[in-house]
Every structure is written in structure tokens, then in C-alpha cells.
Nanobody
Framework: QVEVVDSGGGLTQTGGSLTLSCRVL????????VAWFRQAPGKAQEFVAA????????LYSDFVQGRFTVSKTNANNTAYLQMDSLNPEDTAVYSC????????????????WGQGTQVTVSS
């Protein structure tokens, strides 16, 4: 059984920073491709960033390029999303997803989902 555990959300002001963590717990030590999607109230869920199982590939959406950085450690199957220069438009529930095979900007590519964590940026 694979479990994805999100953590690290919270409240910050415009220009602030937050770091999200995503740990993938599974039956084996296989590494996973990891991504984050977010959903703001009344809006569709959208891709944020992704990192490959070997950390050789990183994908970012246009709206976070240069502000967010995704990283990963395979020692404990944990990925991190460092979010800098946050603004109120970044307020959303951020969900971590994982898959042992696919790396994609499409949420349907990922087999395992975390419970999501709230990020709120005040003006």
C-alpha cells in the first residue's frame, strides 16, 4: 500500500516563503516521480511543479517559474516545494501526487494522491 503524506502549508504575507513536504510511503524503496497540483476556491485544479524519480527532470508551470523550486531526496522518498515571493494568487490547497512510472503536467498520470495542505497568502 502506498501513502502520500503532505505537510508544510500555512499562512504567510505577500512576499513571504513556505516549504511544502511530500513523503511517499510504500512497500518498497522504489523512488517515485512527484508533483504538486493546486486548487483555489472556485477554480480548476492546476499543475504547479514536478520532479522525476532521479531528480534529473523538473517541470514548472509558467506562473511559478523562478519563484518555486522543487527538490527531492530518495533516502526517504521525500520531495520539497520551496515557494518564495508568494502572492495572494498563490492561495490554494496544494496536493502532492506520486507515480513510479510517469512524470507529467497532467493529474491523471499520477496514481497516488496526498490529502492536500492549505496555503494562504495575505495581502
Amino acid at each position: 500500500q502506498v501513502e502520500v503524506v503532505d505537510s508544510g502549508g500555512g499562512l504567510t504575507q505577500t512576499g513571504g516563503s513556505l516549504t511544502l513536504s511530500c513523503r511517499v510511503l510504500g512497500r518498497t524503496s522504489d523512488a517515485y516521480n512527484v508533483a504538486w497540483f493546486r486548487q483555489a476556491p472556485g477554480k480548476a485544479q492546476e499543475f504547479v511543479a514536478a520532479i522525476s524519480r532521479t531528480s534529473t527532470q523538473r517541470l514548472y508551470s509558467d506562473f511559478v517559474q523562478g519563484r518555486f523550486t522543487v527538490s527531492k531526496t530518495n533516502a526517504n522518498n521525500t520531495a520539497y516545494l520551496q515557494m518564495d515571493s508568494l502572492n495572494p494568487e498563490d492561495t490554494a490547497v496544494y496536493s502532492c501526487v506520486a507515480d513510479p512510472l510517469y512524470l507529467s503536467k497532467s493529474k491523471t498520470s499520477y496514481a497516488y494522491w496526498g490529502q492536500g495542505t492549505q496555503v494562504t497568502v495575505s495581502s
